[in-house]
């Protein structure tokens, strides 16, 4: 698997394994890097939400460790949001400053900052069980900002939303990211791929695809092949640059190639005793699409 790895990298899940009973949910290592936005993608039972959780140390695995560099800061915001809340923002938001041991001088002055920054000050003063999804949303993020976290993790936070909240939150993330915070968040929208460092797409609890959010917008030939176990496929063997992305189980192979190599790549893989399954265009912004739903 070609993953990006810096040298030290803010979180690291090491050989994680999560079960339940006896339904493997997650199994995969994974490297989160200072500063950058992370998305994971995956369809429904991918293990995207469990996988958040234990980023976010929410939860634990069964199995594997989970190692920061330093002792960082986190905040997390759930796609879901209380609809029946009867604070107001002001009031919610200092409670929960107050939870996390905030002075109070300190407390308003950032309650202040976000207000503005989220264009909520015409509603401070308002009850919240009458706000829209859009702006609990927002206000689901201003709570885990408060403090400002080194890194925020976000569980579908554009999901439900009409195009000009989408566009608002777009707006607000990129201001996050050019603040230096690492940004690690469920999504299945396109018009997230200009936010984005690089993404992940989860098969089964693993990590099938790990690529740099511009390598997305590049069209590719997918191959698939099968092979016998005894046989050594060298994938290393083959001209570098040719393979972006490899997928490699028990006796499957899928390789992710540049367009015009793939004729190179075939012959490689039938001169070592592969059998080839299917070989095909690839449009990744297409099948971005088809990352939908939850965990």
């Keep these: ?18 079960y339940y009973k006896e339904k493997n949910i997650l199994d995969l290592s994974l490297s989160i890097n200072p500063g950058e936005s992370l998305a994971i993608l995956g369809a429904n039972g991918s ?53 996390h041991g905030l002075s109070l001088p300190l407390l308003k002055t950032r309650i202040e900052e976000l207000l503005n920054l989220f264009q909520l000050q015409k509603v401070s003063r308002q009850r919240m069980d009458s ?21 925020l993790i976000l569980d579908e936070p554009l999901s439900g939303l009409d195009a000009q909240s989408q566009n608002d939150f777009l707006h607000i993330l990129q201001s996050l990211k050019q603040q230096g915070m690492t940004l690690v968040l469920s999504v299945h929208e396109p018009s997230l791929l200009n936010l984005v460092d690089r993404f992940i797409v ?47 189980e028990k006796d499957y192979l899928e390789l992710l190639v540049t367009p015009g190599n793939s004729d190179e790549v075939l012959l490689y893989l039938l ?15 297409l099948e971005w699409t088809k990352t939908k739903g939850g965990d």
């Design 271 to 285: 001169q070592k005793g592969a059998s080839i399954r299917s070989v095909y265009y690839y449009e990744p912004l």
């Design 47 to 99: 293990g995207k939400s469990t996988l958040l959780r234990i980023i976010g140390g929410l939860a634990l695995p069964n199995r594997g460790k989970v190692i920061q560099s330093k002792k960082i800061e986190m905040g997390f915001v759930p796609e879901g949001f209380p609809r029946h809340l009867r604070f107001t923002p002001v009031e919610y938001l200092l409670h929960m400053g107050k939870i």
């Design 202 to 248: 989860l098969r089964n609890g693993r990590v099938h695809m790990d690529r740099m959010a511009k390598d997305i917008r590049e069209p590719s030939m997918v191959i698939e092949a099968t092979f016998p176990q005894k046989i050594d496929i060298d994938v290393t063997a083959i001209q570098q640059g040719v393979v972006k992305n490899i997928y490699k």
């Design 131 to 151: 706000f829209s999804k859009g702006m609990l949303q927002k206000i689901a993020i201003m709570q885990a900002i408060l403090h400002p976290p080194d890194l």
């Design 1 to 18: 698997m070609n993953q990006v790895i810096l040298l030290n990298p803010l979180i690291e899940l090491k050989s994680i394994k999560k």
